[in-house]
């Protein structure tokens, strides 16, 4: 158990004083872009373990919800983690990684308003391959397609579903606490909390961090806020920052803030 405490005094007429408990943390998904013409791509997220030289198959449906029909091309990216609001920048093929291992059929197709398609995505994982997370996107376009790179911010006519991929052997689950805080020195009675987490993954694989953060006031438990309700991931050799803001209506005095954070396997 790793225990941190940094205290905060402040001069207005709420005071926060805040101590960070860190217990054995468990667990990323990553968000699917949303692309144009009303396609969807489920599921957004696949998480596997797998051994080096096994071969894995998975489906994934791609669906036009608009009304028209559109030309649609499927694509394979790596990706890695941008900036700590999880972000991510994504690779050519043939950088190495996850990507060069998929096979994606088939590689285009029409998509008529309304219809549904399966794609078949075929990973042969090298009997070299190294132990722990390795990340790539598959996206569907409904343009001219082509290769993504730079930051994921930048497209616009693709959705993507993720692969989180797991290579087992020398495994390192690995995370640290970099910041539990409040941003605000100075609070009055009755506005919002926010606590600051930023977590970061010194491991080999990805994570998702799971907890809480409760409040006290003399001792007594006003409040319990949800760390990570959306499962956002921390990437390998990354930090991540957590937002989460306590609404409750607290009366002027001194508190107690502490997070209690899980993440891994075990």
Do not use: C
Not at 22 to 41: C, E, H, N, R
Not at 201 to 214: D, L, Q, R
Not at 241 to 251: D, N, P, T, Y
């Amino acid at each position: 158990m790793v225990k941190t405490q940094e205290s905060l005094r402040l001069f207005s007429v709420l005071a926060v004083l805040m101590s960070l408990i860190m217990a054995t943390f468990m667990a990323l998904p990553v968000s699917a872009q949303t692309g144009q013409a009303g396609l969807s791509i489920a599921p957004p997220n696949t998480d596997l373990t797998v051994s080096g030289g096994e071969q894995v198959t998975r489906s994934l449906r791609v669906s036009n919800e608009g009304t028209g029909s559109v030309s649609v091309s499927m694509s394979a990216n790596n990706f890695t983690a941008s900036g700590e609001e999880g972000g991510s920048s994504y690779l050519p093929r043939g950088t190495g990684g996850l990507a060069d291992w998929m096979t994606v059929t088939p590689g285009s197709f029409e998509l008529a308003g309304g219809s549904a398609r399966e794609v078949t995505v075929v990973i042969d994982v090298p009997s070299n391959a190294s132990a722990g997370g390795h990340y790539a996107s598959v996206f569907a376009y409904t343009s001219n397609g082509g290769e993504v790179t730079g930051s994921g911010a930048a497209v616009t006519t693709a959705i993507a579903a993720n692969f989180l991929l797991n290579v087992s052997g020398n495994v390192v689950e690995k995370a640290s606490i970099a910041e539990f805080s409040t941003p605000r020195s100075r609070l009055n009675a009755g506005e919002d909390v926010e606590f600051t987490i930023r977590i970061t993954n010194s491991g080999n694989t990805h994570i998702t961090p799971t907890g809480v953060i409760e409040v006290y006031r003399k001792g007594v438990k006003v409040d319990e806020l949800t760390l990570n309700e959306n499962g956002g991931a921390v990437l390998p050799n990354s930090t991540r920052q957590f937002s989460v803001s306590s609404e409750k209506a607290l009366l002027p005095g001194a508190y107690g803030a502490q997070a209690t954070v899980s993440y891994g396997s075990g």
